[in-house]
């Protein structure tokens, strides 16, 4: 599932391809992608809707027209396409977007059909379940003061188990979530009210430069992902522990793990991310 660099940098582009036109049509091959009404109310809604602002809050893009909020979920292999000209639909295509004045389509792509698209006025964005999700780590409110009182708020919870819950943090996906426990040499199974402050202030601050480092790279392309252009984010190039069991870890050399946490696979170094000391009769997870 794209994660927010991957939302994110989609976001950028889509900002500077279609920010300021007006949409001429649009034709919904898979009409289930809209969520909250019938597709042809969907349609009739958007046309000549002019795009205005493009946000974007955890892994939801939010496109602001002039009466409307679309609010677009990607889901696992929901992306985008920019065309210059009039391209057919292929076999993936789940919508088309034309615009005034142009032969230029914007094609949603999405291999699951997972992905949704939902239409709000703009005095009802109050029940979009994008404005339901915790601190976003890429804004301003993502200092280190809110983020101590979340994790103080959850002393029982696991740690990589409150960084993947969205009402949480937005955005942070099983990928990142290591890369990041590995950065701050945290163990995911540790409780959130045994980390001493250093160790929180650790993490922080590498939520935040590695989010911002694969936006810098276009995200992390393992397999469906890509950018308008159809090209494929690298940061996967400068993953340091996610997917490389038993390969060295670049801290100490140590090879690397792999456990399974909350259901999750998860990449580690066991000896730079000390596991906590189990209780009597605890399961490490």
């Known amino acids: 599932m794209p994660e927010l660099p991957e939302v994110e940098h989609i976001r950028r582009g889509l900002r500077e391809h279609i920010a300021g036109k007006t949409i001429a049509r649009v034709s919904l091959p898979f009409p289930g992608l ?3 009404m019938d597709a042809a109310a969907f349609i009739e809604k958007i046309c ?4 205005g602002v493009l946000r974007r809050r955890g892994k939801y893009i939010l496109v602001y027209l002039d ?4 609010e677009i979920h990607l889901r696992m292999t929901g992306t985008f396409l920019f065309y210059p000209g009039v391209v057919e639909p292929g076999p993936h295509t789940r ?10 389509t914007l094609h949603f792509q999405d291999i699951r059909k997972f992905g949704t698209f939902r239409l709000w006025e703009h005095g009802e964005t109050e029940v979009s379940p994008a404005f339901c999700l915790g601190l976003d780590p890429l804004e301003d409110d993502f200092c280190f003061s809110r983020f101590a009182e979340r994790l103080q708020a959850k002393p ?3 740690l990589k188990s409150f960084l993947l819950d969205q009402k949480n943090i937005a955005g942070l996906g099983n990928i990142y979530v290591d890369e990041a426990l590995h950065r701050a040499r945290i163990h995911p199974s540790r409780l959130l009210k045994t980390l001493s402050e250093l160790e929180k202030r650790a993490l922080h601050v590498s939520i935040v430069a590695l989010l911002q480092e ?3 790279w276009g995200g992390t392309s393992f397999s469906d992902y890509r950018g308008l252009q159809g090209q494929r984010g690298v940061f996967q190039e400068h993953l340091k522990v996610y997917q490389k069991e038993k390969e060295p870890c670049s801290h100490c050399g140590h090879p690397l793990a792999r456990i399974v946490h909350a259901g ?3 990449y580690l170094c066991l000896r730079c991310q000390e596991p906590p000391l189990l209780s009597p009769g605890s399961i490490q997870s």
Do not use: M, P, W
Request: net charge positive.
């Open 34 to 36: 809209v969520k909250n």
């Open 156 to 158: 029982h919870t696991r």
């Open 48 to 51: 000549e809707q002019k795009v």
């Open 264 to 266: 999750r696979g998860t």
């Open 95 to 104: 919508a088309v977007f034309t615009f005034q004045g142009s032969d230029e």
């Open 214 to 216: 694969s936006i810098q």
């Open 67 to 70: 009466q409307y909020l679309l």
